[in-house]
């Protein structure tokens, strides 16, 4: 008899459990940085626990032993597909959801037509609710070639083909879409300082001092991981999370000069 066959259940789902929880301390780690851009090589790291615990299905193995239901939150995104799929114009759509030197990055889109005085998709306040397993992982993130991608397919492709678990440069018909969506655009510094990465058909100059070029892709790892950083376990969560603001932010926020985020117009 193996060890792993003498282990009982309840020992077993006590091991996962532990695994989680570091694992999730370990991301935080990984996405979470202060001053600095996130490092491809990290995320890349992030994208090997990401696998393991949404695309290999451990999280709900887990959850089913410990009789519990996980929840996540994410941002609601209804306006925005429909308006994408509204507008045969729009030719990329990303969700994102993480801040660029301390900018929020989310709804970029990339359209034939010229700016206009209003954004073609809706720019309004996020809001948020909680979903179950599958309505995470399934959620519509990248437009591409009149294709939606989902968080499932993009943690699996750069975890399987971009060398987050295996680097691997044979593609199908679908990966081939998947790499060319990757491909589009690209965030960092400006590309003559680049040290790795390629910068994409489009390229936005959002990290001064970036030397990596980071994908979309990238983008909706650190999505992904952020969301099941706070999972919630019967309504509970599993970790929790604080935000520290600086002391000048908390005073433009007490004296009203904290500005709100606006949409902003690029011409390619």
């Not at 209804?78 to 729009?90: E, K, L």
């Not at 759509?93 to 990339?110: E, N, Q, T």
Request: proline share 6%.
């Amino acid at each position: 008899m193996s060890s792993q066959e003498s282990l009982s259940p309840s020992r077993r789902t006590q091991i996962a459990y532990e695994q989680l929880l570091g694992d999730l301390e370990t991301l935080h780690g990984l996405v979470f940085t202060h001053q600095r851009p996130v490092r491809e090589s990290d995320i890349r790291a992030a994208v090997n626990i990401l696998r393991r615990w949404l695309c290999e299905s451990e999280l709900t193995k887990l959850a089913n032993e410990l009789d519990v239901k996980p929840s996540f939150e994410v941002e609601r995104n209804d306006d925005q597909v429909a308006a994408v799929q509204a507008d045969a114009s729009i030719t990329y759509y990303l969700a994102g959801g993480v801040k660029f030197d301390g900018v929020p990055i989310s709804r970029i889109y990339d359209s034939t037509k010229a700016a206009g005085p209003s954004p073609l998709v809706p720019m309004c306040p996020p809001t948020f609710e909680r979903v179950k397993f599958k309505d995470f992982v399934d959620q519509r993130r990248i437009y591409f070639e009149g294709e939606w991608i989902t968080c499932r397919e993009i943690i699996t492709f750069t975890a399987n083909k971009l060398g987050g678990v295996h680097l691997d440069f044979r593609r199908n018909k679908r990966q081939l879409l998947l790499e060319r969506a990757n491909a589009h655009l690209t965030f960092g510094g400006p590309p003559q300082i680049a040290r790795s990465g390629t910068p994409g058909k489009v390229h936005l100059v959002l990290e001064p001092k970036g030397v990596e070029v980071l994908s979309g892709f990238h983008v909706e790892v650190i999505v992904a991981a952020t969301t099941l950083m706070q999972v919630h376990f019967d309504g509970e969560p599993l970790m929790l999370l604080r935000t520290r603001r600086s002391l000048l932010s908390r005073l433009k926020t007490f004296l009203g000069l904290q500005g709100k985020p606006n949409a902003r117009m690029y011409e390619f």
